[in-house]
């Protein structure tokens, strides 16, 4: 389903150098990556991740857990298996010519959101980081949206078996599925995807099969992003 290709499209890539604070000498200092060890990198991701969630709750909900999947699958459905490039790399927003194809012009309200989560996530940076990529951004935000919505599907299900009708939020929040993912794509610039790789809203499951085997994908394994 979407979800699984959703995670199926997570790759992982260097993390940005490490900002840290010297309480004694007052200053801060930039560490190479290369010399933080795996307790330090799962630190930063661990609190990188956090951070954008939080920023992504404000302006991402459930409602929005199929176009965030959708523009994770057009993102990533432009990947050539020949060259092995492409796939997720931010183009289908950051390109206006891949923006404005007919297949992508709906993502245009839901990319204003996101912009929105961005500027917050970019302006709480660490000194020596950069800000979060599109890229990763677009699939945190699938990830986010994808959990508010399994959410409220288990709040509504919890309100029909109550005598009341109302559900306990906080028990709905503990019991929803989360699934990891990874963080430090590069965004492509204003490179363009190629045309024509994405199948139509309402393709059937013969022309849906023959896209993501064109990607790499077989049944029951990850496809080629991950």
Same mark, same amino acid.
């Given at each position: 389903?979407?979800?699984?290709?959703?995670?199926?499209?997570?790759?992982?890539?260097?993390?940005?150098?490490?900002?840290?604070?010297?309480? =004694?000498?007052?200053?801060?200092?930039?560490?190479?990556?290369?010399?933080?060890?795996?307790?330090? /990198?799962?630190?930063?991701?661990?609190?990188?991740?956090?951070?954008?969630? /939080? &920023?992504?709750?404000?302006?991402?909900?459930?409602? $929005?857990?199929?176009?965030?999947?959708?523009?994770?699958?057009?993102?990533?459905?432009?990947?050539?298996?020949?060259?092995?490039? @492409?796939? !997720? $790399?931010? =183009? %289908? !927003?950051?390109?206006?010519?891949?923006?404005? *194809?007919?297949?992508?012009?709906?993502?245009?309200?839901?990319?204003?959101?996101?912009?929105?989560?961005?500027?917050?996530?970019?302006?709480?940076?660490? #000194? @020596?980081?950069?800000?979060?990529?599109?890229? $990763?951004?677009?699939?945190?935000? &699938?990830?986010?949206?994808?959990?508010?919505?399994?959410? $409220?599907? /288990?709040? *509504?299900?919890?309100? =029909?078996?109550?005598?009341?009708? %109302?559900?306990?939020? =906080?028990?709905?929040?503990?019991?929803?599925?989360?699934?990891? %993912?990874? %963080?430090?794509?590069?965004?492509?610039?204003?490179?363009?995807? #190629?045309?024509?790789?994405?199948?139509?809203?309402? &393709?059937?499951?013969?022309?849906?099969?023959?896209?993501?085997?064109?990607?790499?994908?077989?049944? @029951?394994?990850?496809? #080629?992003?991950?």
């Amino acid at each position: 389903g979407l979800a699984s290709a959703a995670a199926a499209t997570l790759a992982a890539l260097p993390l940005p150098a490490f900002a840290a604070e010297s309480e =004694s000498k007052k200053k801060t200092l930039t560490i190479p990556v290369a010399s933080l060890n795996t307790f330090q /990198k799962g630190a930063i991701r661990k609190e990188f991740i956090q951070r954008c969630d /939080k &920023a992504l709750k404000e302006v991402v909900t459930g409602d $929005d857990a199929r176009i965030a999947l959708r523009l994770v699958l057009h993102d990533a459905g432009t990947y050539d298996l020949a060259t092995k490039s @492409g796939g !997720i $790399d931010g =183009s %289908v !927003i950051l390109n206006k010519e891949e923006a404005n *194809r007919p297949e992508n012009k709906e993502f245009a309200p839901y990319v204003e959101k996101l912009k929105k989560a961005k500027e917050v996530i970019d302006a709480q940076a660490r #000194p @020596g980081q950069s800000g979060v990529s599109w890229a $990763d951004l677009e699939v945190l935000a &699938a990830r986010c949206a994808l959990r508010a919505e399994f959410r $409220d599907a /288990k709040l *509504r299900r919890a309100a =029909s078996k109550s005598p009341d009708g %109302v559900a306990n939020p =906080s028990a709905a929040e503990a019991v929803t599925a989360d699934f990891p %993912v990874n %963080v430090g794509r590069v965004d492509s610039g204003d490179n363009a995807g #190629p045309a024509g790789k994405i199948p139509s809203i309402d &393709a059937d499951a013969v022309a849906v099969r023959e896209f993501f085997a064109g990607l790499g994908a077989k049944p @029951g394994k990850d496809g #080629p992003f991950g």
